[in-house]
């Protein structure tokens, strides 16, 4: 049953007496728990605001899961149903075997190495496991709740709806889905740091002397210690993120503010999604949501406010196997042997015989042969390598939450997280709105301490853990294990006790560089490698935005307003360091390139769509940065006791400089673009027909407002965006009960181009403006274009 409306300002009445209905009690039985009255199925109400923006409420966790399916499925059921053929391995089966999944889920290479490895996750029955497995180690009845919910909610959807995008209009693979694939979803984002990163490798292991058994030869230490730096270096990353919070001593009013702003993929199954959960009485919270999860990721409540960036913790960890000479297939550990666990699975593909593999499990986890295509882990008949992810028994990010959305302090973030441990690769930064801040770096780890790493490595280890993080420990020592802490909910991670931690400091901030610097004024040591690094450089977006917000601290009396302007300054760190003598050094060339060296000298320094000069400079940056390794590229170098200000002073006299910067010169020529064009003219999408300016920049230049897009000459530049800024938003109190906040979804919640919300807030997004979060009743009822729907699943 579905009944629509839209409301004009003279039926508010009638909307609240709806949204009452929607608050009266569930009924309940003779157990306790919860039970929908007279058998009528579960239901919701659906309240949209401007930008297609759907506000959620419902009486209880189950109907609340409803909603939320029903609303995910009218914005994104295609890229919603692509996710669940990933999960359940049937990719190959749909669109062959050699096709690449869009990667969000994986980071299988081939449609037949995703099925491989999640047909055999389904096989193995892991997640039915882990929902079997009690809280707080397992996930609560209100997780699971939600997840029944979602599930009948999205196949309610399916079941009364004509698919319009022509994605998937007609595909036999958009089917029903169970609250089972909605975990197995869940299941996949946490493994993403660990597992995920080892599809392939996995998938591919085969002892030597099989049929497709790789060549054996040991890795190259130095070679091994750069790729597993690479491998989880944010330069690298397709997700990054800013956040910062402010606390009361350097805002107007003493609140806390906080500006979140995750850099993740404009396309696929890793966007966010805009909504507002409401069970009165019992959660009450604004945010977004990774496609296909069932709780709000990151948003605000009315009194707390939170983001997350992608941390610098290795989620992983390799043991290097000892083999019986005799048996390549059973390893040792203190003198005994132990066969591997074989699953061989049989996935089917179309137009072809199904293909099966077998799969080999250690004690450790699963035998893996290469982490990316640049770290080779051979299997030979004396070493293999197992990985170890302790995140593939963790589904309790949704436990973690909920605990935030029900959070009323920075103080019930940090008990939420000790509670329920949840989060697999994220930083949290908030703030509250008694003026409270908080940085920590709670994620479930590997429980490395640097003392195991130092007992316990390969000669292997011994390169990679300083390098990267990445521990290979002697899986042959018994007394390599990696314990366990007295305070964690699970074995072989650390407790939270041990987790980096800022509170109530002026400003809290990450930009996806370790937690030394979320406060330059205090730093944070003492942690594990495992967690990060200390007294090292740090990227140029961290410099550039641990420089904006000291200074706004410093400046005091910070508002909202302030949070926008710093959300989409666009200055350029690099220009800062580099551009006067890039200027210089381009007029001395022989000859000189005079119009592009002026272009250069005219140029603001920001990535503005208005910007002329920017374009040049960005090709000639990531030309030579590209060139030249960073510790070679400036005069001054780095000094961890001025961390924020060095290396700096750009050495012109490379032969590096001269060559990125009339290549550069050249690339525009050839494409037709004069050097001091405005850059929203070459960076730019098309939506629905429309071309939009899009401002924003490169990791490499260090831009807050990060934007990575492919240079197409062809097609005028930087003609789509690959990921950057996506769900942002600015979060404030003012003692009113009602959160001051402005959001924006970069990419609009609908990938269906014949939605009305697939472009809208694009628009507003090329055009710097905001949308004004409507959080309390008054509000919402408010909005000009406030339609409600009321769903109910049918029995």
């Known amino acids: 049953m579905l009944i629509r409306t839209r409301i004009g300002r003279l039926a508010l009445a009638a909307v609240a007496l709806l949204t009452a209905a929607t608050a009266l009690p569930p009924a309940a039985a003779a157990d306790g728990r919860e039970r929908h009255p007279s058998g009528g199925g579960l239901s919701a109400v659906i309240r949209y605001t401007e930008y297609g923006i759907p506000h959620i409420v419902a009486k209880d966790y189950a109907d609340l899961g409803f909603g939320s399916g029903w609303a995910q499925a009218a914005d994104q059921v295609c890229v919603l149903a692509d996710g669940f053929v990933t999960v359940r391995g049937e990719r190959s089966r749909h669109f062959g075997p050699d096709g690449a999944p869009d990667g969000s889920l994986s980071s299988a290479t081939k449609n037949l190495g995703s099925d491989l490895y999640f047909r055999g996750i389904r096989d193995a029955g892991t997640v039915e496991r882990l929902l079997a497995t009690p809280a707080p180690a397992g996930p609560s009845r209100e997780t699971e709740e939600l997840m029944r919910g979602w599930a009948a909610g999205y196949n309610a959807w399916l079941a009364r709806n004509r698919i319009t995008d022509p994605a998937c209009r007609g595909a036999d693979w958009v089917r029903p889905v ?11 984002v946490s493994v993403l740091g660990g597992q995920g990163r080892g599809v392939d490798g996995i998938t591919a292991a085969a002892p030597p002397g099989s049929a497709g058994a790789a060549p054996a030869a040991a890795p190259d230490p130095a070679e091994a210690a750069e790729a597993a730096r690479r491998l989880f270096a944010a330069e690298s990353a397709d997700m990054g993120s800013n956040a910062v919070a402010f606390g009361g001593q350097v805002t107007a009013n003493g609140r806390g503010l906080l500006l979140g702003n995750p850099h993740y993929p404009w396309h696929g199954g890793r966007r966010f999604w805009q909504s507002q959960q409401t069970i009165p009485g019992e959660l009450n919270v604004s945010g977004a949501s990774l496609l296909g999860t069932v709780g709000v990721s990151i948003g605000f ?57 077998t799969q080999y499990w250690t004690r450790y986890g699963p035998v893996v042969t290469s982490l990316g295509a640049s770290l080779p882990l051979p299997w030979s008949t004396t070493t293999a390598y197992a990985l170890n992810d302790p995140n593939a028994v963790n589904l309790r990010a949704t436990d973690t939450g909920l605990a935030f959305a029900k959070a009323r302090s920075t103080g019930d973030i940090v008990r939420g997280l000790r509670r329920t441990q949840g989060l697999p690769w ?37 390169v990679t853990y300083p390098s990267s993080g990445v521990a290979v420990l002697d899986g042959a020592r018994g007394d390599c294990a990696l314990g366990r802490d007295r305070d964690a909910v699970q074995p072989g991670i650390f407790g939270p006790s041990r987790m980096p931690l800022l509170q109530d400091a002026p400003y809290a901030e990450n930009s996806n560089d370790s937690a030394w610097l ?29 420089e904006d917000v000291a200074a706004m601290a410093d400046r005091g009396r910070l508002t909202v307003r302030d949070l926008q302007r710093q959300q989409f300054a666009n200055r350029v760190p690099a220009a800062g360091l580099a551009l006067a003598d890039t200027v210089r050094a381009c007029r001395s060339l022989s000859p000189a390139p005079t119009q592009a060296c002026d272009a250069l000298a005219g140029w603001d320094g920001r990535m503005d769509t208005g910007s002329r000069g920017a374009l040049l400079f960005d090709r000639f940056w990531r030309a030579l940065t590209a060139s030249v390794p960073a510790a070679r590229l400036w005069k001054v170098p780095f000094s961890a006791a001025d961390p924020v200000a060095t290396p700096n002073t750009l050495d012109t006299s490379l032969p590096q400089f001269a060559a990125a910067l009339t290549g550069a010169v050249a690339e525009l020529r050839a494409a037709g673009v004069e050097p001091d064009a405005p850059l929203g003219d070459h960076q730019f999408v098309v939506r629905g027909g429309e071309r939009f300016p899009v401002h924003g920049g490169t990791e490499a230049l260090g831009v807050w407002n990060k934007i990575e897009a492919g240079w197409q000459a062809a097609a005028g530049g930087y003609a789509e965006v690959a990921h950057g800024s996506s769900h942002v938003q600015a979060v404030g109190w003012d003692g009113s009960g009602c959160p001051v ?23 507003l997004y090329s055009g710097e403006r905001w949308v004004t979060s409507r959080f309390c009743e008054r509000d919402i009822l408010a909005s000009p274009e406030l339609e409600v729907v009321r769903v109910r699943e049918r029995r």
């Open 178 to 188: 169970t609250a089972l694939d909605v975990a197995r979803r869940g299941f996949a």
């Open 741 to 763: 906040a402005r959001t924006l979804l970069a990419y609009a919640q609908s990938s269906n181009p014949a939605s009305a919300h697939h472009r809208d807030q694009t628009a």
């Open 426 to 462: 994220v930083n949290t930064i908030a703030a509250d709105a008694s003026g409270r801040s908080l940085f920590t770096q709670s994620q479930v780890l590997p429980r490395i301490t640097d003392d195991l790493a130092e007992r316990c490595s390969t000669p292997l280890g011994r």
């Open 301 to 357: 409540n009315e009194r707390v406010a939170w983001s997350h960036t992608v941390a610098t913790g290795v989620t992983l960890n390799l043991h290097q196997l000892t083999l019986d000479p005799a048996d390549p297939t059973v390893y040792v550990v203190d003198g005994v042997r132990e066969r591997m666990t074989r699953r061989t699975v049989t996935v089917p593909v179309k137009d072809g015989a199904p293909v099966s593999r």
């Open 518 to 546: 979320a406060n330059a004024d205090t730093p944070l040591t003492g942690y594990e490698r495992v967690f990060g690094n200390t007294g090292t450089p740090r990227s140029l977006r961290t410099r550039g935005a641990v």
